[in-house]
Nanobody, 122 residues
């Protein structure tokens, strides 16, 4: 079992940058496939970035080239570097942990945090 706590969200202007952190306690994040998703009011939940099967990374088309996911296993922390932020990036950002079986990542997060709010003004 793993507990996830996201931090780093704040209000920024369009074009700005933020780095979100997701600190884990309990299990080591290395036994999971970690990722980030977001939820904006009135919109469907959207996967943003995640580590995937065979240690690949997957990004939503809307954030490709602007966002980067990384993790530091020694610190048991996952990061989301966000650059060139746009108003449409405004959302609550959550990190999640998906089950890993060998090099394969199963679909769906089994653990996720409460989220951190990112607000981007025009």
């Amino acid at each position: 079992q793993v507990k996830l706590v996201e931090t780093g969200g704040e209000s920024v202007q369009s074009g700005g940058s933020l780095r979100l952190s997701c600190s884990a306690s309990g299990d080591a994040i290395s036994i999971y496939c970690m990722g980030w998703f977001r939820q904006a009011p009135g919109k469907e939940q959207e996967g943003v970035a995640n580590f995937d099967t065979d240690d690949t990374t997957t990004y939503a088309d809307s954030v490709k080239g602007r966002f980067t996911i990384s993790q530091d296993n020694a610190k048991n922390t996952v990061y989301l570097e966000m650059n060139s932020l746009k108003p449409e990036d405004t959302a609550m950002y959550h990190c999640g942990a998906a089950v890993r079986v060998g090099r394969r990542c199963l679909e769906g997060y089994v653990y996720y945090g409460q989220g951190t709010q990112v607000t981007v003004s025009a």
